[in-house]
């Protein structure tokens, strides 16, 4: 196809698909494009985003039948790796103690304890997350929190970030930074003469944050794996400390919030973005209840904190009882379009992925048609994205 159609080859990887704006990659993109699987995902998702049609409108053929294209269904080409292997004979053999790609893939998912293959293994691998803590959930649903970075986690972000306005020369404290969607912004306002620390729990999304940092040579971004509520600070603390879509997750969101406005240099802002009363309706409760007719859901105490203060009146109230003063609370919207392989993605790449853990592949296959029919049924198409954005000045 390269040698044919040499001007429209596109180049790159997932990320750089991903991160062309949807315009940008049509006008790149008239003819069904091929590269690896994880690259007709990133392709695929974009011409849905734009509402083309795959397989309707357009074809895309992926390489490698890689296991992240079970929930696009790119036509793709599997490939045997050990047979390729067997067949390219001993010099392709890896050395001792370097893993191929396929190899380290295989081992990533062992520590995350997912079971990857298209067929479960005998005696089937469940879903699950290791010790299930919230970092966790997260790192284990990296790639597919990662494939709505674009869509939904960085538009929050960046909107955070603008309504915390960093200026140049200062320093931030990124609290659940994930995979950097407002501390990117953050960094790019603060320019090289000041300083961002993105903490999260999740080392997969961590990494991912790590690369986006490198690709834009964000040398004073810096992410670090640490619990945020017990980060410690060092001289009179940062000028912004800003928490996108977190603080609900704290154990207790009163206490650690209050420790998080302590990491704030007098004088400085704490910046608090959370989902609106409302956001995500359609969405999370067809999950939910696909989820409940395989299990019973355990009390999530992160949907009591986040009642608290989804308003613009009670997350302004809350602030002050922080301590904070002059409390001001924007509101944002971000809707984007929904199909029910994205809302798939979206389920298994943020904290509701905690709902399917222990399920068996077999469950976890039927919650998936359970949900499907049940937004298909409720016709929800688009995800009701809405943010309240909430600052305030601190003492320190
Ligand atoms: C919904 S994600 C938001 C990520 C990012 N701020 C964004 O908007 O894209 C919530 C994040 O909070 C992180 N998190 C929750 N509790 C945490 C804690 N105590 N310390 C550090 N990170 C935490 C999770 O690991 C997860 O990455």
Redesign the pocket.
Known sequence: MAGAFPDRVLEGGFGQVLDLGQAQFLALVDVGAAGQDEVAVAVIWTLRATRIEVPGQMSVVGLDDQPVARWFDPTTVAQSPSRIGREAGPASRPTAGAPTAVGLKRIRAARRGLCLDSAPRRGGCRMTTGANT??D???AGAEE?HLW?GA???P??VA?AAVAAPAAGESVL??????????LPAARAVGPAGRVDA????AG?LSIGERRAREEGLDHLRFHR????S?PVTGDGYDLVQ????VF???DMDR?AAALTRKVRPGGRFVV?VWEKGALDGWQSALREAVLTERDLPHRPQRDQLARIDTADTLAAWLQDLGGSVPRVVRRRFDTPLSPETAWVLATG??TRGMLTGLSPAAVARVRTEFTARITAAGVTDLDVRVLIGTARFTG
């Open positions: 919230v970092g959930v997260f790192s929190f970075s939904l986690w960085d929050v972000g955070t990124d609290a659940c930074c994930g995979a950097g969607a407002s501390a903490v999260d729990l999740a999304l640490h619990d945020v509520t980060w928490c996108a879509l977190g997750f704290f154990p650690d973005t943020s904290g």
